[in-house]
């Protein structure tokens, strides 16, 4: 046990290394069914004295036969409370023997099975009007679910009711009253299929009056002085940040009358308006930056706050969390040209490189907000132990990341940075080149001091979907800032995910970790990993990325679209079906699969001329209309693309080889300018390079040289990102 809790990295890497062909069926004396499992979630509780199962048909074989019910246990290797409810009840022998006797137990990583984790969610909301993990859902061997709670204590305390206590009442129920049992199941399912044909009602909301309902309620939830949504916990939404950057800024827009050729006057470069919107997501950006929800040593955001001041963090780190945070920063670099934006993506990017990608080039889940048992302890300080490791320059570094005897949090110190530097060094009367290079002096040798701390387990599981969108923000960035290394890196998580990830069938599978698993890709996966590769063909120009996205896009709409309402789902018609429809057709702690799959499909049809592609777009978010228009918070994604389909977008072609050096740098100038809503595209026709860019309604003349771009770029007024924004001093710590 203390093994475990002290090193939970070394605990998992002990198991995996085991020689499991010497074991028998059920694990053996000191193990039960789930040391055969290859999720560190399921390992983790390998040696608890419940007789776990994975799911699958032995479990529902054994609970018919002997009629018991089911407990079925959801959680995922990262998760704090599902690790307190592990030390408190399965690791207990009470507790397991009373499983044992009465229940047919099993455990789910949600991120290995989102169908499952959807569907018991969705019932546990319908029961309890909320959700979260560990979800614990009982029910019958037909996987019809009567009751879902989450986390409990061992016994009742605080007025919070006790496992034990829950598990005796079901298991008499089940003996004594199995009328009551199915009721519940029947109301639950009923309940469910209401739900589904509520929002399935193929309305179509006002986007112009839902897009400002959305915006006045976050107006109405925005924390004016701290940034973000709500009180406390306080969560990073992304999705919330990216919506109201690319939904509200004013970008400029050509003009058809002004001259194209000869000396014409030069209209005057348009200003883009910072917008109340735009402020919003760019002081919550510099909030969370300056916050202890952002790692100041090593870069990258934690989960969520548990505080509304963004001090005191729930400290693990999920790699799509990094990647739609880079993805915004990038965004709003697009939008602002602020140079803090584009620190704080970049440090994302170096951070994931670091800790989450593994040397194939793949990106891995998480890190453990836990190390030796305790919540945050691999990134907690005490200031004396600053001191001794930086010297004279500690209190320079104490002083600017808030550091003091007393500590911050619990007595120890999470690191901050209350005032960026520029503020820092004017009240401090500071050279402030000379002060970043001391303060980065002092981080580098602090992450040096951490790393020799006992690490945060990280859930080595590759998911296809998450890599999607880590491969999106990269190849995105590799655009924007110029740096072509990124999309290298983007490129090798594309490419391990082609390799690795494909049954000889070609069919995407889910997740990836000591081979690959037997579960297919999810419509989330193909979706991200398909926008993944039409961002990385922008970026690169690179038309085997495009063919990539093609082919993806082909099997989505055979595999996850009705051919006859044109309704999408989450699980193709080729895998295990839940026991009721359902699909995650609202943004989650990721985007909608339903949006992501509209936005493929809507950059498809003007790269490949498929007007059909947008019938499909438009089928697939007609099916969640009346969602959108109650929940418009939930649906950003697809209220943005609601927006998208009634536009024209911005097409730049390329003609000639787009391979060529000189594409790509062509390529790099025109994502220099801020063009809202561009699709990039190569005719592939034999001829000397020439790029094409039409607007709506304009068309401007082909051009072959970055002069050439530069010039007419000049005639629409269109300003290179940054150059018309008041920039801040060059360093964005």
């Known amino acids: 046990m203390s093994h475990r809790i002290n090193d939970m990295t070394a605990y998992i890497a002990e198991l995996t290394a085991i020689d499991k062909t010497t074991l028998p069926a059920d694990g053996g004396k000191r193990f039960n069914r789930l040391i055969f ?292 920063a990038t965004e709003a670099f697009r939008a602002t040209g602020e140079s803090f934006l584009r620190a704080m993506a970049e440090n994302i990017f170096t951070f994931a490189a670091r800790e989450l990608q593994t040397a194939e080039g793949a990106f891995c889940s998480a890190l453990d907000a836990d190390s030796e048992g305790i919540e945050g302890k691999f990134y907690l300080w005490d200031k004396r132990e600053i001191d001794a490791c930086l010297g004279s320059d500690s209190d320079q570094f104490c002083r600017y990341h808030a550091v003091t005897d007393e500590g911050n949090f619990e007595g120890e110190t999470i690191l901050t940075t209350p005032v960026d530097l520029d503020e820092y060094c004017r009240l401090h009367r500071l050279h402030s080149d000379e002060t970043y290079k001391q303060l980065e002096r002092c981080r580098a040798t602090l992450l040096k001091r951490r790393e020799a701390r006992i690490r945060p387990l990280r859930d080595d599981k590759i998911i296809t979907s998450w890599n999607g969108l880590m491969i999106s923000a990269l190849a995105t960035a590799a655009a924007i800032f110029n740096k072509p290394e990124y999309a290298d890196s983007a490129a090798r998580a594309a490419t391990f995910i082609n390799t690795r990830l494909r049954r000889n069938d070609g069919r995407v599978l889910r997740s990836y970790l000591d081979g690959a698993s037997d579960v297919p890709g999810f419509l989330e996966d193909y979706a991200f990993l398909a926008g993944g590769m039409l961002d990385l063909f922008e970026a690169t120009l690179d038309q085997n990325w495009l063919t990539e996205a093609q082919v993806l896009a082909r099997d989505i709409l055979k595999l996850f679209r009705d051919p006859d309402s044109g309704e999408f789902t989450l699980i193709g018609h080729d895998a295990e079906q839940m026991p009721a429809r359902m699909s995650s057709d609202h943004d989650g702690v990721t985007p909608s699969a339903f949006s992501r799959t509209a936005h493929l499909l809507y950059r498809l049809a003007w790269i490949d001329d498929r007007p059909e592609f947008l019938t499909a777009a438009r089928a697939a978010l007609a099916a969640i209309g009346d969602g959108i228009q109650h929940n418009p918070l939930g649906h950003l994604g697809a209220l943005q693309m609601l927006s998208l389909l009634e536009a024209t977008p911005t097409v730049a072609t390329f003609s000639g080889d787009a391979r060529s050096s000189d594409a790509s740098t062509l390529n790099r100038a025109l994502h220099g300018y801020a063009i809202s809503n561009l699709i990039v595209n190569c005719d592939n026709r034999p001829a000397p390079l020439s790029l094409s860019i039409c607007f709506p309604g304009t068309c401007l003349p082909a051009v072959s040289t970055v002069q050439e771009l530069e010039r007419i770029m000049q005639l629409q007024g269109i300003a290179l990102i940054g150059s018309n924004c008041n920039l801040p001093a060059p360093h964005a710590l």
Not at 76 to 100: I, K, P, Q, R
Not at 131 to 144: A, Q, S, V
Not at 308 to 316: G, I
């Open 37 to 328: 499992a290859r999720s560190p979630y399921l390992l983790q509780h390998a040696e608890n004295p419940v007789k776990w199962y994975e799911w699958g048909d032995a479990a529902f074989a054994k609970a018919r036969t002997e009629n018991l019910p089911i407990l079925l246990s959801i959680g995922y290797a990262t998760c704090h409370w599902c690790h307190v409810m592990a030390h408190e009840s399965f690791e207990d022998g009470e507790v397991a023997a009373l499983l044992n006797r009465h229940f047919v137990c099993i455990k789910v990583d949600r991120e290995e099975r989102p169908d499952i984790d959807d569907f018991y969610m969705a019932v546990a909301q319908t029961l309890t009007g909320s959700g979260g993990w560990p979800l614990n859902i009982f029910m019958t061997p037909e996987k019809r679910p009567f009751m879902a709670v989450t986390y409990l204590p061992k016994r009742g305390r605080d007025g919070m009711s006790g496992l034990m206590e829950l598990l005796a009442n079901i298991a008499t129920l089940w003996q004594q009253r199995p009328d009551m049992i199915d009721k519940n199941c029947r109301g639950i399912m009923e309940a469910l299929d209401n739900s589904r044909k509520g929002r399935a009602d193929g309305s179509t909301p006002d986007v112009t009056a839902t897009s400002e309902k959305a915006l006045q309620t976050l107006k109405r939830i925005y924390d004016p002085l701290n940034g973000g949504f709500g009180t406390a916990p306080k969560f990073p939404m992304p999705i919330y940040l990216r919506w109201l950057i690319g939904q509200r800024q004013q970008l400029p827009h050509p003009h058809p009358n002004l001259p194209l050729e000869g000396e014409g006057i030069l209209k005057p470069r348009l200003k883009r308006e910072r917008t109340f919107e735009l402020e919003i997501a760019l002081h919550t950006l510099r909030k969370m930056r300056g916050g202890g929800i952002w790692d100041q040593l090593g870069g990258g955001m934690h989960r969520y706050s548990v505080d509304q001041f963004w001090l005191a963090p729930h400290f693990e780190k999920m790699l799509y969390d990094q990647a739609m945070l880079a993805q915004v």
